[in-house]
């Protein structure tokens, strides 16, 4: 099947700092990539939808100028999340597919200090 | 608006029986997809099964099958032979669209249900 990556698979980083995170797809060409954020024991909850050589859609909630999405390639987008909280420390998975089946990437574990 | 519903946040399972994990969705798009997916502890999703709204027959990938009730809005999951290897969450999922043109809908999540299997 498909295959998403995504770096680093974990990161841990101070209050005030930004972070980039990764997601590519190694094996098809996306132009739409979603990213999703996880707290323990619960669902995937969708931050925004990454569309290539276009603005990101961000789900209700999400602040955009928080968590920057550029997907400059077919096979790359990046989730910047800019002056990181505490509250930001989460599971962060992004997800891609051509067709009907959709493949999530290992996922990012952020810890902000 | 898409809505998908687990109802057993947890349950055990005897290694070597089978399993069900039951899956409500609710749409008003006649074209869409289900998915279900595992999550073990490293958190990584991992695809399990897909069905379309419009397939005639009800899905199977090995000791996975979906029981797809298309009247009754359910897509539960079977897991036959229980293996302890499939301790894990369980997602459902759904996407409106078909095919294809469907691959930059998004998906919707159910709460999960968390599965032990006992040896």
């Known amino acids: 099947g498909a295959v998403v990556s995504q770096h680093p698979s974990r990161v841990i980083c101070k209050s005030g700092t930004s972070v980039k995170i990764e997601c590519r797809s190694l094996?098809?060409?996306?132009?739409?990539m979603f990213w999703y954020r996880q707290f323990p024991k619960k669902s995937l909850m969708l931050m925004a939808t990454?569309?290539?050589?276009?603005?990101?859609?961000?789900e209700q909630g999400v602040e955009k100028d928080k968590f920057l999405i550029n997907h400059a390639s077919l096979t790359l987008s990046t989730l910047t999340v800019t002056s990181a909280h505490p509250e930001d420390s989460s599971f962060y998975i992004c997800?891609?597919?051509?067709?009907?089946?959709?493949?999530f990437g290992p996922g990012t574990r952020l810890t902000v200090t | 608006a898409q809505k998908i519903t687990q109802t057993q946040p947890g349950m055990f399972v005897q290694e070597k029986e089978a399993v069900t994990l039951d899956c409500t969705y609710d749409?008003?798009?006649?074209?869409?997809?289900l998915f279900w997916y595992k999550q073990p502890s490293s958190g990584e999703m991992i695809f399990l099964i897909y069905q379309g709204s419009y397939d005639q027959q009800n899905a199977t990938e090995g000791r996975y099958s979906l029981n797809f009730q298309k009247a009754r809005k359910s897509a539960n999951l079977v897991i036959s032979a229980s293996q302890l290897g499939d301790s894990a969450m369980y997602f459902c999922a759904m996407r409106e669209g078909y095919m294809i043109k469907a691959a930059g809908n998004k998906l919707t999540f159910g709460g999960g249900t968390r599965v032990l299997v006992k040896p």
């Open positions: 094996d098809f060409q996306a132009t739409t």
């Open positions: 990454s569309n290539e050589g276009s603005k990101a859609t961000y």
């Open positions: 997800s891609a597919g051509t067709g009907p089946e959709q493949y």
């Open positions: 749409t008003s798009d006649p074209s869409y997809g």
